[in-house]
T-cell receptor, first 105, second 116 residues
């Protein structure tokens, strides 16, 4: 079973920041936090990952708490094309149910 | 650059028929390979993973099997399909040695299987 906890769904207004939370309280010291997203009927797409430090790339920012038990994925200016299911996973390969983000005009 | 190929994109098979789905990766060596299944409206379930030729780890006992006959080829099979085998099957790869957790997964476009 997946070890992360995410809200099942969230809405965000277009152009605003989308902040997606994830709890991973059982994460071990050498496990990375990964975020992926899946647009309907496609394979998941890698977004970002991190171990301890906050990370940023062209798609998103990842904020990891100091105790590493939770993280937040930030999409700084959400667009309609960001509507997808977002998965947070600890370690490498087991997925939970994810958060369905709907970006509204 | 690395690419991953899955085929076919869609498949309709009768109950009791065999199944063979193939996945190949190009542009990398010694990838870790994975098969996932996604039932309608559900999350991704890890079925099998492989860290090398002939090395298969099964996550969930079921009506499916996997093989890795070549370094960059991963095959998902069934001798007799069940209705419950319907779903979206995804292959993925990651770089590194033996499940290096600092390497993200890269997914193919998937095969949508309908068992009738």
């Amino acid at each position: 079973d997946a070890k992360t906890t995410q809200p099942p769904s969230m809405d965000c207004a277009e152009g605003r920041a989308a902040n997606l939370p994830c709890n991973h309280s059982t994460i071990s010291g050498n496990e990375y936090v990964y975020w992926y997203r899946q647009i309907h009927s496609q394979g998941p797409q890698y977004i970002i990952h991190g171990l301890k430090n906050n990370e940023t790339n062209e798609m998103a920012s990842l904020i990891i708490t100091e105790d590493r038990k939770s993280s937040t994925l930030i999409l700084p200016h959400a667009t309609l094309r960001d509507t997808a299911v977002y998965y947070c996973i600890e370690g490498g390969m087991r997925f939970g149910a994810g958060t369905r983000l709907t970006v509204k005009p | 650059s690395q690419t991953i190929h899955q085929w076919p994109a869609t498949l309709v098979q009768p109950v009791g028929s065999p199944l063979s789905l193939e996945c190949t990766v190009e542009g990398t060596s010694n990838p870790n390979l994975y098969w996932y299944r996604q039932a309608a409206g559900r999350g991704l379930q890890l079925l099998f993973y492989s860290v090398g030729i002939g090395q298969i780890s099964s996550e969930v006992p079921q009506n499916l099997s996997a093989s890795r006959p070549q370094d960059r080829q991963f095959i998902l099979s069934s001798k007799k399909l069940l209705l419950s085998d319907s779903g979206f099957y995804l292959c993925a790869w990651s770089a590194g040695r033996a499940l290096d957790y600092n390497s993200p997964l890269h997914f193919g476009n998937g095969t949508r299987l309908t068992v009738t």
